[in-house]
């Protein structure tokens, strides 16, 4: 394989990120009955490294895909993004979460230090600050939801994203009604649903059918509801597309769709008016990127879905100070347990969101991030 930039794949490793504190478990609204754990560090970090002494970073992933991994891309050119998008895509199709995002984004964070860019620059971005909504873990009660709502609009976040799954309408309601009385129109409130987990027809917790999914969105329409995303399975096109028609505020999802096809039938049968795509489920940023540019050409927003944090989401703070049509920065933040923060301590300069609700895109290179040597598991 020739190498027209000059620059060479030499090595790809992955990098284990020690856990220096474990923080705590949280129940997801999504899961129940399950366990999701928080702490500071863990995990793994994949690095491409150069010829030319560049290295890029990028979440890590499953071990045993290395060596496919090795093999496709040692001694190749890594400006070739889009053959190594659809290589890896190839090799790691249906491994969501296992899969190669990382190195796709590794790949771009190599592209962006040798031009010497930041990444939203390289992709036509002006923005240096985006907005950041707090996206909820926990069901947690009304009451407490409205307390951490108005403490977080107090802090100058922007948006707060609730989940509903409580067994009747008239408690999911109540959550939204505590929380607007708390925080007045200091912040938006976005509701999720989380009924397209499951590509199939069950999964833990409440199921809603269209009935409670339609009084729900005309319910959350009436109290001013910046979006209502996911209120069905991921699939049923059409019965989401006859809601979204039902009302005027808009219904967000495909956070767990994996094809490009998938979305270009979501925006032609008007399912949703803001999309929200996974670099982790598409197997890389070099995707997301055209699902934005799908967005932008008919006329619908578009939010990236990452609870994962780390280096994914600052792929993702790119991205979105790139795209006029991005509203907000998703960020997993439910404190104490919860805090978004615990997930950006592997940085020597994590990111923050301001008293304006706002976080500063990193300027350096790349995805302009280091990681906090403390981390590092030699």
Known sequence: MTQPSG????DIRLVRIKTLREVGVIEPAWN???????SVGGGSVVEVLTNEGITGIGPGFDATLLPVVREKLMGADPFAVEQHAATLRYF????PYRGVAGVDIALWDLIGKACGQPLYRLWGGGKQKVPAYASMVRLSTPEERADLAARLAGEGWRAIKLRLHHPTLREDLRTVELV???VGDRMNILVDANQAQSDGTWQPGVLWDFRRALETAKELDRMGVYWLEEPLPRFAFRDLARLNQAVAMPIAGGENNRGLHEFVQMVEG???DILQPESMVLNGITALRKIGVLAELHGKQICPHHGGRGLGTIAHLHLSASWPHCPYLELLHDPPIGEYEHGFALLQEPIR????????VPQGPGLGVT???DFVDA
């Open 371 to 373: 990681l906090n040597p």
């Open 180 to 182: 607007r009385n708390a």
């Open 7 to 10: 620059i060479q794949i030499t």
């Open 32 to 38: 129940v009955g399950g366990q999701m754990t928080f």
């Open 270 to 272: 008007g399912v949703y």
């Open 353 to 360: 969101v301001d008293s304006e609700g706002l976080v500063a």
């Open 92 to 95: 790691a199709s249906g491994l």
